[in-house]
């Protein structure tokens, strides 16, 4: 149920298949963010269009609302969301880390403050594989420490240290969950009781409206570790090491990359670790990225990508093509009836002009929102799909260069 | 082309099916408002699969947003907006007395601010048309002189009479523009330049997209007139006479209601008008409505009905059930996985549980704006095909007694 098969390589770029219990993925692939529970603006079925194959949920912002264990009583994370494919969950230790504001880091996990509404929370292992786990995802993260991306050596080397030993906890919590011996969720290492809501609500009960399925099989849920090692190039293999010896994994992360290092470190790292990556485990590289990084991520190896950035460009009128990106806001569209991007076949790109997209920013309605957002989730999909094509076809080197070189040629 | 075949009747009520040149309109029917060639947060598509058959374009925020030229450049109001059924725009009087700010009404017409940079602008009966021509509407309204739903009699003449004087110019210069008399669109009486943006794009060149269609028949436009008189009787019946004087029209606007009149108030001017309506011609209640008042109206011989409550109220979180309205954000919703309405069969009620809809607007995702206000819109629509069903059926008068009555049980 938790399978890869990798189909074909190309220099370090792969192309492969994960089977999930929610659906397979073909890779190399972007998954949209889903932060609470939803694609910022989008609906499960626009995505869907868009061709995901997977998305990804927050575990700290549905912590916090609706609380996994309203997620749980309502029957999980699919049906909340009505997403009834692959479902990945971050573990809340990248967002926790990111956080403005009080945040206390021990041994045992970190201490935080909600942003929605102040109140002080604990993160835990344990904690994290809990919600998880109440939330239903295919694949839970582990719980990890993350570092900025400029730390020193001493910070990253303790960053990464911290991160094996919770993955110890991760690892040991998901197998109890796993193997039901544990009869309540709990959010210590010494079983206190879960943070979040309380379950208000009863176990929801079938119905035959479309939203509300037949049970779903008994839970079944992967862990996926997360390197970390800042961009020291020892602590990266250290900390696979480390990982490995704790395995064996059905998947592998590489976090702490894409917060505030240069790019050709980014690189740096990925080739470093590459050789040593298990050759049949899928590579997950947290929170990247931009078009241009998932062209230089696959080239090294990379199976599966997340970031915001597809969302977050087009609620602000960033739209990318292939010659480089365009603020849809421009007065160079005005009028224009062209489609946005003439070798897309996204909803926005197939449907309207130019100069109404632009029209829809000006007059500041929320459809120009969702259509350039819904453009460049289409836009980040297609790549995996083109690249996965091209390595198929033993062409990936030339087509990737060609690519990067007119991206580039206008902007990034 | 314009035709309106009158089917059965029922007490006042009436059924028919009205011919334009993008398609039919079977009546009583709900006009969902594209403020700015656009439902709000809604795509053209969205608002079809509501079963909408129709929709309104406000000549006053195109004229400023992007400009009727820039429309026309475009090749009209359908292509830009991609919306290809039948379309109607109104005249922006409504809009220009509404605006807060320095506004001058003369015998020519109206100056006023512009709430987008706060430029002054002209708007008369001739540059009505203008713009209504350069938009490509089915149906083009006339320009009117409203005034307050309280307005004394002697404002109400005034207004009455001044609206009656202004429909001469509208025919009169909609008669130039429908014969290929006018080479230049214009905005004044005497021939000065149309207000708004030149025209600074080329006319639309056909392409391959499915946007930019083959050029469209050449425009066919009607004129229908708007009744006024506020909430004064014998005034409204001469705003009918008058009117009827300058006829025959294709169908015919009551406007100045739903103004902050008292609704017994709006409900006794429409039985007044009633009996002296012809037969022959759709009745639209302009600015109306919410669902009570669509039956209300239906009831008193409407046929045609437009408001912006479906989606502002959408967009604020409040849903219209059958059973009345309900806060989305309400505290019961939490967790439920129940539909919004399970009499309902629009996306929102199909795909999602309430639970779900809650949560979109507690973390604030569009989505969920969006979901009620197509919900809503769904609501009226349906609510006129329920009400033509059961107006040819000969059941109106008791499904709409009951329909009222659980209807108000809670909400309004």
Same mark, same amino acid.
Not at 64 to 69: A, F, H, I, K, V
Not at 153 to 173: F, I, V
């Given at each position: 149920?938790?399978?890869?098969?990798?189909?074909?390589?190309?220099?370090?770029?792969?192309?492969?298949?994960? =089977?999930?219990?929610?659906?397979?993925?073909?890779?190399?692939?972007?998954?949209?963010?889903?932060? !609470?529970?939803?694609?910022?603006?989008?609906?499960?079925?626009?995505?869907?269009?868009?061709?995901?194959?997977?998305?990804?949920?927050?575990?700290?912002?549905?912590?916090?609302?609706?609380?996994?264990?309203?997620?749980?009583?309502?029957?999980?994370?699919?049906?909340? =969301?009505?997403?009834?494919?692959?479902?990945?969950?971050?573990?809340?230790?990248?967002?926790?880390?990111?956080?403005?504001?009080?945040?206390?880091?021990?041994?045992?996990?970190?201490?935080?403050?909600? !942003?929605?509404?102040?109140?002080?929370?604990?993160?835990?292992?344990?904690?994290?594989?809990?919600?998880?786990?109440?939330?239903?995802?295919?694949?839970?993260?582990?719980?990890?420490?993350?570092?900025?991306?400029?730390? &020193?050596?001493?910070?990253?080397?303790?960053?990464?240290?911290?991160?094996?030993?919770?993955?110890?906890? #991760?690892?040991?919590?998901?197998?109890?969950?796993?193997?039901?011996?544990?009869?309540?969720?709990?959010?210590?290492?010494?079983?206190?009781?879960?943070?979040?809501?309380?379950?208000?609500?009863?176990?929801?009960?079938?119905?035959?409206?479309?939203?509300?399925?037949?049970?779903?099989?008994?839970?079944?849920?992967?862990?996926?570790?997360?390197?970390?090692?800042?961009?020291?190039?020892?602590?990266?293999?250290?900390?696979?090491?480390?990982?490995?010896?704790?395995?064996?994994?059905?998947?592998?992360?590489?976090?702490?990359?894409?917060?505030?290092?240069?790019?050709?470190?980014?690189?740096?790292?990925?080739?470093?670790?590459?050789?040593?990556?298990?050759?049949?485990?899928?590579?997950?590289?947290?929170?990247?990225?931009?078009?241009?990084?998932?062209?230089?991520?696959?080239?090294?190896?990379?199976?599966?990508?997340? #970031?915001?950035?597809?969302?977050?460009?087009?609620?602000?009128?960033?739209?990318?093509?292939?010659?480089?990106?365009?603020?849809?806001?421009?007065?160079?569209?005005?009028?224009?009836?062209?489609?946005?991007? &003439?070798? #897309?076949?996204?909803?926005? #790109?197939?449907?309207?002009?130019?100069?109404?997209?632009?029209?829809?920013?000006?007059?500041?309605?929320?459809?120009?929102?969702?259509?350039?957002?819904?453009?460049?989730?289409?836009?980040?999909?297609?790549?995996?799909?083109?690249?996965?094509?091209?390595?198929?076809?033993?062409?990936?080197?030339?087509?990737?260069?060609?690519?990067?070189?007119?991206?580039?040629?206008?902007?990034?």
């Amino acid at each position: 149920m938790f399978e890869f098969h990798l189909e074909a390589t190309r220099g370090l770029a792969r192309a492969g298949r994960l =089977t999930l219990p929610h659906g397979t993925v073909a890779t190399p692939a972007f998954m949209p963010v889903g932060t !609470h529970g939803v694609v910022r603006g989008l609906s499960a079925a626009d995505v869907a269009r868009a061709g995901a194959q997977i998305i990804l949920g927050n575990t700290y912002h549905l912590h916090l609302r609706p609380g996994e264990s309203v997620v749980r009583a309502m029957g999980g994370l699919h049906r909340f =969301t009505t997403w009834s494919g692959p479902m990945l969950t971050d573990s809340g230790g990248f967002q926790v880390f990111s956080l403005e504001g009080l945040r206390r880091i021990d041994e045992d996990g970190v201490e935080f403050q909600s !942003h929605v509404d102040g109140t002080y929370r604990r993160l835990t292992p344990e904690g994290a594989m809990d919600i998880q786990w109440a939330l239903g995802a295919d694949i839970a993260m582990a719980f990890d420490h993350v570092v900025p991306g400029q730390a &020193p050596h001493a910070l990253a080397l303790e960053g990464m240290e911290r991160t094996l030993r919770w993955l110890d906890r #991760c690892k040991a919590r998901h197998a109890e969950l796993t193997d039901g011996r544990s009869d309540e969720l709990t959010n210590g290492r010494s079983g206190e009781p879960a943070i979040g809501d309380p379950l208000e609500q009863p176990i929801a009960r079938p119905s035959d409206r479309p939203f509300v399925r037949s049970p779903d099989r008994p839970l079944a849920q992967t862990l996926w570790p997360i390197l970390q090692g800042g961009t020291h190039d020892d602590l990266r293999r250290r900390s696979l090491e480390g990982t490995l010896e704790r395995g064996p994994w059905t998947g592998i992360a590489i976090g702490g990359l894409s917060v505030g290092e240069p790019k050709p470190v980014m690189h740096r790292i990925l080739e470093t670790l590459a050789p040593d990556l298990p050759r049949e485990t899928p590579r997950y590289l947290m929170g990247v990225g931009f078009p241009a990084d998932l062209l230089e991520g696959i080239a090294r190896g990379v199976d599966l990508f997340d #970031c915001v950035a597809a969302t977050r460009n087009g609620r602000h009128g960033t739209a990318w093509l292939p010659t480089g990106r365009i603020n849809v806001r421009g007065a160079g569209l005005k009028g224009s009836t062209e489609p946005l991007d &003439p070798e #897309c076949d996204c909803e926005a #790109c197939t449907t309207y002009p130019r100069g109404y997209l632009r029209h829809l920013f000006v007059v500041e309605d929320m459809l120009g929102l969702r259509l350039v957002s819904l453009h460049n989730i289409r836009f980040l999909v297609r790549l995996g799909e083109q690249a996965r094509g091209h390595i198929l076809a033993g062409t990936f080197d030339g087509w990737s260069r060609e690519w990067l070189r007119r991206y580039h040629a206008r902007g990034t």
